[in-house]
T-cell receptor
Framework: DAGVIQSPRHEVTEMGQEVTLRCKPI?????LFWYRQTMMRGLELLIY????????DSGMPEDRFSAKMPNASFSTLKIQPSEPRDSAVYFC????????????FGPGTRLTVT | GNSVTQMEGPVTLSEEAFLTINCTYT??????LFWYVQYPGEGLQLLLK?????DKGSNKGFEATYRKETTSFHLEKGSVQVSDSAVYFC????????????FGKGITLSVRP
């Protein structure tokens, strides 16, 4: 069974450019989470969706960040315009609502903004 | 609100040493508890979980027991290997209507041969 799929795995871009990160959750999972991980700030939850609806976006740093989930099998995280301080590893995770709610993480996208 | 406190790191051990990583939590209700592991260059993986008080989660030689009386979920392994070098995160399950986990800050374990 395929796990959470993220693309691209690595992204290098220049300051001011638009960046789009993509995630395909595990089939049958109805919650999806976007995290950011840096050495300085550790692991931060940016936003999460239940049944494709954004539930909590309080972790989104600012208006430059936006996330969408148009259907149960796809989500995007967009940064426009990007800045060097956005450099981090971005993880997508999914879970099934109910039960113990364990999350399954993708391999991450390493973003470098120069 | 809910919170997770992990012991400060990093931790460096010799191969075959005994490992304990402390985790305590604050929560209303009785959430599930988790340990996740992140190997270098990878995403987080679920290592083990416990869903109710006195449950013991175990996997790959690691164990943790859900202790309601001490609000703890300490991770232990009797004999660590070099391949156990990773970052370990304790996490608290959701309570109520939300679905999100509450993660601790993580602790880096390095095991030397």
């Amino acid at each position: 069974d395929a796990g959470v799929i993220q693309s691209p795995r690595h992204e290098v871009t220049e300051m001011g450019q638009e960046v789009t990160l993509r995630c395909k959750p595990i089939s049958g999972h109805n919650s999806l989470f976007w995290y950011r991980q840096t050495m300085m700030r550790g692991l931060e939850l940016l936003i999460y969706f239940n049944n494709n609806v954004p539930i909590d976006d309080s972790g989104m740093p600012e208006d430059r960040f936006s996330a969408k989930m148009p259907n149960a099998s796809f989500s995007t995280l967009k940064i426009q315009p990007s800045e060097p301080r956005d450099s981090a590893v971005y993880f997508c995770a999914s879970s099934r609502q109910g039960g113990s709610y364990e999350q399954y993480f993708g391999p991450g996208t390493r973003l470098t903004v120069t | 609100g809910n919170s997770v406190t992990q012991m400060e790191g990093p931790v460096t051990l010799s191969e075959e040493a005994f490992l304990t990583i402390n985790c305590t939590y604050t929560a209303t209700g009785y959430p599930s508890l988790f340990w996740y592991v992140q190997y270098p260059g990878e995403g987080l993986q679920l290592l083990l979980k416990a869903t109710k008080a006195d449950d013991k989660g175990s996997n790959k030689g690691f164990e943790a027991t859900y202790r309601k009386e001490t609000t703890s979920f300490h991770l232990e392994k009797g004999s660590v290997q070099v391949s156990d070098s990773a970052v370990y995160f304790c996490a608290l399950g959701p309570i109520g209507a939300n679905s999100k986990l509450t993660f601790g800050k993580g602790i880096t374990l390095s095991v030397r041969p």
